[in-house]
């Protein structure tokens, strides 16, 4: 249960989709960031043979994270696209 607090804190409080920074390299960081938290999710499911109940809303959480990296990922595409 702890794993998955700290997941969600992580996921909760990453800055993926927020940044005013519409940079190739925020973004970068960004992806990486998400790509741990869908690892340590995917640790957290292997390791869990008690069924935690914060299981489902960190798995709801990560996939609103990654809509707001696919979200923010557009807004870079689009800003560099104008500055051409």
Known sequence: MQLDRQMLHSCISTKVGGGVHFTYAELEENDVD???????LEKI???DFYGATLAPEAERH???CEGLLE??????????????
Do not use: G
């Open 45 to 47: 499911r292997k390791l």
């Open 34 to 40: 998400l790509k741990k938290l869908q690892s340590w």
């Open 71 to 84: 979200a923010y990922a557009q807004r870079v595409f689009e800003a560099h696209d104008e500055n051409r």
């Open 62 to 64: 990560l996939q609103a």
